[in-house]
């Protein structure tokens, strides 16, 4: 008889246990219901109901952040992002969840890589501006700008992986180095004809 409250008391706690893991990845999003459903337990990182607390804060600040965020964790720097990340993704989203960042961006890992294995091994955050970091988006590699930095993720007062923040910029420096053509250009007209007058149009050409 005690044996079997025993039995039926661990079937119940197991059972409690499976029903609440589900709800530990928190949002609405797509992501957040992608993150529930993956096969992590073909992973290195295993089941969602073995990750850490440390993990599952991280993996739901990532969710909840406004801005593109990602996180690569584990031995495996498995990749996980936000909603606002996807477009970074492109048409490498749903695959990139899950897999190995040095896999999803391996065209630009030479880049990546070093930045990620320094934050790594010192423990010290790395930010840039304006850092051009060409990704292969719809097929076709793409000259990027961003902003971005990475910062040490910890478990158990360990880095176990790195936190990314970054924002495409690339429209708004494409932008910025159309009108210092444009500009060039009118002072050098203006310089040759003192008493023309010009003006410029929505696309940084002269009149």
């Known amino acids: 008889m005690e044996r079997l409250e ?3 008391t661990r079937l119940m706690s197991r059972q409690a246990h499976n029903s609440t893991w589900e709800h530990a990845i928190l949002g ?3 992501m957040a219901d992608l993150i529930r459903n993956f096969p992590w337990a073909d992973t290195s990182a295993g089941q969602i109901n073995q990750w ?4 599952l804060s991280l993996v739901n600040l990532v969710l909840a952040a406004p801005l593109p965020m990602l996180l ?3 031995p495996e720097l498995l990749l996980v992002y936000n909603d606002a990340a996807r477009p970074i993704a492109s048409d490498k989203h749903p695959g990139a969840l899950g897999a190995r960042a040095d896999h999803v961006w ?3 890992w ?6 990620v294995q320094k934050v790594l091994s010192t423990g ?3 930010s840039h501006e304006s850092v051009l970091v060409p990704l292969e988006q719809e097929g076709e590699l793409k000259n990027l700008y961003w902003n ?9 007062g360990r880095i176990f992986g790195v936190l990314l923040v970054c924002a495409n910029i690339t429209e708004a420096v494409e932008a910025q180095a159309a009108q210092k053509i444009a500009s060039a250009r009118l002072d050098g007209v203006l310089r040759a004809s003192s008493d023309a007058i010009f003006s410029l149009d929505r696309e940084w050409r002269f009149t």
């Not at 850490?52 to 993990?55: K, P, R």
């Not at 030479?110 to 930045?115: L, Y």
């Not at 971005?148 to 158990?156: V, W």
């Open 148 to 156: 971005y930095a990475y910062s040490p993720a910890y478990q158990d």
């Open 110 to 115: 030479h880049i990546i890589g070093p930045e």
């Open 28 to 30: 609405t999003g797509e």
């Open 72 to 74: 690569y964790f584990g």
């Open 106 to 108: 391996k065209e630009a």
């Open 6 to 8: 025993l039995l039926s």
């Open 124 to 126: 010290k955050s790395v």
């Open 52 to 55: 850490s607390n440390e993990l």
